[in-house]
Nanobody, 125 residues
């Protein structure tokens, strides 16, 4: 059974940076694509970023492109999300997710079968 544990959330001001991290255990990490999603109160869970299992390809939501960077360290079984120039509209619970073995990373929550518990990110104006 895979476990995904996020960390790094918090309360920041607009324009600040945060780095989220997700540690995976219980499964061979380097053959699964990884993604980050977020969910704000009253809204559906939305795609933020994803990275291929080799780490060669990345995908971003238009709303975060140029501000967020996803990366993975297959030696440490971790995936990170560096968030710069944060905006109040980035406020949400951020979730780490694992996709299908050797599959392409998707942008739909249905493409990911395992999820972390989430970490809160709050950006004040």
């Amino acid at each position: 059974q895979v476990q995904l544990v996020e960390s790094g959330g918090g309360l920041v001001q607009a324009g600040d940076s945060l780095r989220l991290s997700c540690a995976a255990s219980g499964r061979t990490f380097n053959i699964y694509p990884m993604g980050w999603f977020r969910q704000a109160p009253g809204k559906e869970r939305e795609f933020v970023a994803a990275i291929s299992w080799r780490g060669v390809s990345t995908w971003y939501a238009d709303s975060v492109k140029g501000r967020f960077t996803i990366a993975r360290d297959n030696a440490k079984n971790t995936v990170s999300l560096q968030m710069n120039s944060l905006k109040p509209e980035d406020t949400a619970v951020y979730y780490c997710a694992m996709g299908g073995r050797y599959q392409d990373a998707g942008t739909n929550p249905r493409d990911f079968g395992s999820w972390g518990q989430g970490t809160q990110v709050t950006v004040s104006s």
